[in-house]
């Protein structure tokens, strides 16, 4: 029996609940961060308020989010992430409550803004206790399972939101599912979970909180706010002005956090000797570069109603086979580090996620082929969410691990922040150049498309009656004109054909544009790989320093 005991007692501790809890609580926060896109019209008209009014529930959440993450990720290294996992769930089924029963506009505001204090920082947590209970060889697995829940959830949301909405016909079921979630993950976090912490002397950098959250604040209000005439945005001040005061307070934060850090009892809520290391802003940059790659999936279900002609009401669906193809690449990144080193992992990330991406405009002409290209490049993007950027982040750090984490966090939230805009560009230059598109390709569709439904005579002549008054110079065809034109013909046959020839320019519009995003995409995997390759040299470095510190 004595025996038994102590075997039992030197076993390894299992990490069999923390893993489950974190991976429901990851799951439920990051599936709301996308559930609410396929309710918002609902939301709007239940409030009686405009789509821009509408907007700032993403909007304010996304702040919050921002704010929260390097706040969470300091506090859990300081008193514990059992203790955080527990005041974030907390906040986010009480987010969740109040938006469910919201009784006005400003209410569903604020309750948005709690979700997101709740929800920003459960995957750092959960992270961060991993990097700290776990054996070093078992990290990446368990990161990689992670990374998994978080990816599925955050595609997945939109299509699952749809889902509950159109079965229970009733947007406040989308968030009051979230409250017996979270009232079963405080009852198992109390009974399961045990505390890890990395313990500071000093007290807690409470000017550091308030001057990086105003600085989070208004950099992130600043970025939301640039459209899609990206440079002419930053003569707005709304964009400019917000933009300047972050790069004033974030100029003031580093100041304070040097000198604070230089005390002997000093605890920043920044630690400086993170940030001036080449190694770890490599890696923020490559957080940011997988921010990203990972906005161009937001324009999947455009691509393939507007392309590809799937029904609006299906195309979300279509996020699927991505959704399943990230869960899985997420478990090969957890694997890959653990065989071949994080950067090995972020590198074959890259070049998958970019010949994913690179295969939408090269090759994606039919569902199936559209279905190959977005697994190619879902499984890229899964390499990515989970291990290697966490290992890389918190590499040789014996304390801070939650901090280094929320920043990478912060900055992969600002690529998400970014992209969106400039993918946004590409679709709307192509769409006002549609008029050339008329000019110079409606001709010849038109008439392919005549040759091919053999209309019968009274329709070949209307046709002909059109061509002589276009060619008179009474009719321009460019996307002005087309709609008269088409309102002015009789035969039902010849109407048909003409507005399938306008359809196939518009899709062709819809596909230069969209295939500007997927280049571009491709172009970010590109520069993430050359990033990761930086890395190389950094790390030796690193590894050099603690070798010689040891």
Do not use: C
Not at 46 to 66: C, M, P, Q, R
Not at 199 to 210: E, K, T, V, Y
Not at 436 to 454: M, S, Y
């Amino acid at each position: 029996m004595a025996k038994e005991r102590i075997a039992k007692e030197n076993r390894p501790p299992s990490h069999a609940w923390a893993m489950l809890l974190f991976s429901v609580g990851v799951f439920m926060a990051q599936l709301d961060n996308g559930i609410i896109s396929s309710a918002l019209t609902t939301i709007n008209r239940h409030f009686d308020v405009t789509d821009n009014w509408g907007a700032w529930g993403i909007t304010l959440y996304t702040l919050g989010l921002s704010i929260s993450l390097p706040i969470v990720g300091k506090l859990s290294d300081r008193y514990g992430r059992k203790k955080l996992f527990i005041v974030e769930v907390l906040l986010f089924g009480l987010g969740s409550l109040l938006v469910a029963l919201s009784p006005t506009f400003g209410v569903y505001l604020a309750a948005r803004f709690i979700q997101a204090l709740g929800g920003g920082g459960i995957f750092i947590i959960g992270s961060s206790h991993i990097l700290s209970t776990v054996e070093p060889g078992q990290q990446a697995k368990y990161l990689g399972m992670l990374g998994a829940m978080n990816g599925v959830a955050a595609v997945l949301g939109p299509n699952i939101g749809a889902f509950i909405l159109d079965w229970t016909g009733s947007w406040h079921v989308l968030f009051l599912i979230n409250v017996p979630i979270a009232v079963f993950l405080l009852a198992m976090v109390f009974a399961k979970l045990r505390e890890s912490a990395d313990p500071s002397p000093g007290r807690l950098d409470l000017a550091g909180i308030a001057v990086l959250s105003l600085a989070v604040l208004s950099l992130m209000y600043g970025l939301t706010n640039i459209d899609v005439e990206f440079w002419a945005s930053f003569q707005k001040p709304e964009v400019s002005g917000f933009l300047g005061a972050a790069v004033a307070l974030f100029a003031v934060l580093y100041v304070y956090e040097s000198k604070l850090e230089r005390k002997e009892s000093g605890d920043p809520i920044l630690p400086m000797g993170l940030i001036r290391q080449p190694r770890y802003l490599t890696v923020l940059l490559i957080g940011a570069l997988s921010g990203g790659m990972l906005a161009a999936m937001i324009f999947i279900p455009g691509f393939v109603e507007n392309v590809l002609g799937i029904p609006a009401e299906k195309s979300g669906y279509w996020m699927t086979p991505l959704a399943l193809a990230s869960g899985v690449g997420a478990g090969m990144g957890g694997a890959l580090v653990a065989k071949r080193g994080p950067v090995f992992a972020v590198v074959l990330s890259g070049v998958v996620a970019a010949a994913g991406f690179a295969l939408i405009p090269l090759w994606t002409e039919t569902r199936w082929e559209f279905v190959v290209s977005s697994m190619v490049a879902g499984t890229g993007m899964g390499i990515i969410l989970g291990a290697p950027l966490n290992i890389l982040a918190t590499e040789g750090l014996e304390a801070n691990k939650g901090t280094a984490l929320a920043s990478l966090s912060l900055l992969r939230q600002v690529g998400m922040t970014i992209a969106p805009t400039i993918y946004a560009g590409f679709l709307a230059r192509s769409y006002n150049r549609i008029g050339d598109l008329f000019a110079t390709e409606f001709p010849g569709i038109l008439q392919e498309n005549v040759e091919r439904a053999n209309l019968p005579p009274e329709a070949l002549a209307e046709l002909g009656e059109i061509g002589r008054r276009m060619a008179s110079g009474a009719e321009t065809v460019d996307a002005g004109h087309a709609g008269e034109i088409l309102a002015s013909i009789q035969h039902p046959a010849l109407r048909e054909v003409v507005d399938a020839s306008a359809a196939e320019i518009t899709r062709m519009a819809a596909q230069n544009g969209y295939s500007g995003i997927y280049w571009t995409a491709a172009a970010i995997g590109a520069l993430t790989i050359a990033a990761a390759v930086a890395l190389v040299p950094l790390r030796r470095k690193l590894a050099a320093r603690m070798t010689g510190s040891a």
